[in-house]
């Protein structure tokens, strides 16, 4: 099948909508399919890859809390239809298409079976209210609607009216199951560590809870150790762990992702202690792909992701007590981490990108005319020249937002 | 205001009104040519699990037992009759429950066939969404006040919902089941 991924972020920059195509590109190319992809860049040059299209710079605007990459006009718009016309493809696959990016100029230009993903989960939306009826009539083309989550899902419910299949984000399990280990410290062997990756110094991430919790498990593991991964401010760092942790914690930065494989793959327990805001949760199953067994708050994203906590514990959130003991207890009983690693690695296998690609082709193959036919561009006239500023069909429905 | 401004206007803003009537029949037109291929997508799926079934029942009655064969045979009989005539929603129901009742294993049956059965069955799910997606997005623009006054596509049928019971929930690893409870 001849395929055509469009990611509206800039393909340069680091960010899960990017890493998401990248690996489903990858993964369907693998399967022995012909894809192409279409994406912004801050510099040409970054794109090298054959199969990578430039569509242009963008311009940065604020977007549902972090900043989208807009992206109109003639230039774009012929980038757009050039990179159809030369593909010939059977499908076309827009990701995030209702904001103003080269996703939803696709969808204005293309013709023939659409399928659009859809990542964002922030429930409460201005932009999205505002802009949700004026997308509309190009959303409209989308034959098939995919939401990673459910979060994202009801974001598409409430806001643009559609529904979507949830077809979560995928991990590459094989990359997570089987590697080196953290030099000098194989699993099960020496103290007992836990691991946390992710911004440390954003308090929604939650390590001020698990530090807390620290204490009281080193009262019962006086040799356990706390790994942490990820950017922040190191200094902050070692304020917030205090004197009596500091002997107990390893910091080991901004790491990259082979050796976050290697981390997850050496510690005792992972932990995700976060607040709020996570709309999926890849770390647990990237943690449950390399066989460790999680404790984790009760958010809905985590708790789905651990099966209703089956393959992992479960805390409840901002709790350090509970934190604490659920963290000693699982430390202590090296039956139930085996019990639970093996879950765990059972629920990861569902989230391999070797599956969940098969079910992304399936819904390919559902949108698919009958007869077959591949997507073109549209007429020259056809696209509005400026960015789109509403229709009057969708007019009563808009309601502006009140300052 | 000057008196030879009115033919202006009035002629400006019947141009807008021919120009928005232009698009809306444009969106209108695409959507129900959309309507038709999902349909025709979830119509050759949902036959196709029928075929299967028949099949399924007619060469591998040990692997079923002889009611479960039974009821899978009036089932896949059933869902064909009712392609033409009857409560097709309620045949497919028939159907799926059948479907769903066989045992997860099939001894015997070769692993092409289950496969088979099993894509079949996924495929409807998505085909049923996909269709109903844009059934959806029909009615929408359809029984708007605007769309309803200027009479457009008024003399064509709604096109209706298809509502089955296809357990996508099993489709999105469990996702899905705790999504209809959370919303």
């Known amino acids: 099948m001849r395929i055509g991924l469009v990611c509206p972020y800039r393909w340069d920059v680091p960010g899960g909508v990017q890493y998401h195509v990248r690996d489903l590109a990858g993964t369907l190319r693998g ?4 894809v192409e992809v279409l994406t912004p860049a801050q510099h040409e040059e970054s794109v090298t890859d054959p199969h990578l299209t430039f569509a242009g710079r963008t311009v940065p605007v604020p977007y549902n ?44 230009i293309a013709r023939g079976p659409i399928v659009a993903t859809f990542h964002t989960a922030t429930t409460r939306s201005k932009v999205l209210a505002v802009l949700g009826p004026m997308v509309r009539p190009w959303m409209e083309r989308i034959a098939g609607r995919i939401a990673v989550s459910d979060f994202a899902r009801r974001v598409q419910v409430e806001h643009l009216g559609g529904d979507a299949v949830i077809i979560p984000n995928g991990v590459h399990v094989g990359f997570f199951a089987a590697g080196p280990t953290l030099a000098g410290r194989p699993r099960g062997d020496g103290p007992p560590t836990i691991g946390f990756v992710g911004r440390f110094d954003e308090p929604r991430k939650g390590l001020p809870v698990l530090l807390q919790a620290m204490r009281s498990v080193v009262r019962a593991h006086p ?16 304020s917030m762990v205090g004197d009596d942790l500091r002997p107990h914690v390893t910091l080991l930065g901004e790491v990259s992702e082979a ?6 793959r050496s510690v005792d327990v992972y932990c995700a202690p976060n607040l709020l805001g996570e709309s999926f949760g890849v770390i647990l199953i990237e943690a449950m792909a390399a066989g460790a067994p999680v ?3 009760d958010l809905d994203a985590f708790v789905r992701v651990l099966d209703d906590g089956a393959a992992g514990v479960v805390v409840r959130r901002d709790d350090p007590v509970a934190l604490g ?13 085996a019990d639970l690693a093996a879950r765990g690695s059972r629920v990861a296998a569902r989230y391999d990108w070797q599956v969940i690609a098969r079910r992304i082709l399936a819904v390919y193959e ?15 006239h056809d696209f509005p020249g400026v960015p789109p500023t509403g229709t009057a069909a969708g007019r009563p429905r808009i309601r502006r937002p009140r300052r | 205001m000057i008196p030879e401004a009115w033919p202006w206007l009035a002629a400006g803003v ?51 037992g002889s009611g479960a064969r039974a009821r899978l045979a009036a089932g896949a009989a059933g869902a064909r009759a009712a392609r033409d005539a009857g409560d097709r929603e309620l045949a497919e129901n028939a159907l799926g429950h059948e479907l769903r009742e066989l045992p997860p294993d099939l001894p015997g049956v070769p692993a092409a066939l289950r496969t088979d059965l099993a894509g079949t069955q996924t495929r409807v799910a998505l085909a049923r969404r996909f269709y109903n997606d844009a059934v959806r997005d029909t009615r929408e623009l359809r029984g708007r006040r605007s769309c309803r006054w200027a009479g457009l596509h008024r003399r064509r049928p709604l096109p209706r919902y298809f509502d089955i019971d296809d357990r996508l929930g099993d489709l999105g690893a469990g996702v899905d089941v705790a999504g209809r409870r959370a919303s």
């Open chain 1, 325 to 337: 003991r659920a963290l000693s207890d699982l430390l202590a009983d090296p039956g139930r981490r």
């Open chain 1, 223 to 238: 040799d356990a150790r706390l790994l942490i991964a990820g950017r922040g401010d190191a200094d902050q760092l070692w």
């Open chain 2, 14 to 64: 019947l141009l807008l009104l021919v120009i928005w009537l232009g698009w809306t029949l444009v969106r209108l037109r695409r959507l129900a040519a959309r309507v038709d291929r999902a349909w025709a997508t979830l119509d050759a799926q949902l036959q196709r699990r029928a075929g299967l079934a028949e099949e399924l029942a007619r060469q591998h009655p040990a692997a079923l």
């Open chain 1, 259 to 264: 050796d976050k494989a290697a981390l997850l």
């Open chain 1, 366 to 380: 559902t949108v698919l005319p009958p007869g077959g036919g591949v997507v073109t561009a549209g007429p020259e």
């Open chain 1, 31 to 34: 399967m022995g399919h012909h």
């Open chain 1, 65 to 108: 809390g972090s900043m989208a990459s807009a992206q109109f006009g003639p230039v774009s718009a012929a980038r757009v239809r050039r990179w159809l016309r030369e593909g010939r493809f059977d499908v076309v696959h827009v990701h995030e298409p209702s904001s103003p990016s080269v996703s939803l100029l696709v969808c204005m």
């Open chain 1, 295 to 297: 404790v984790a708050s």
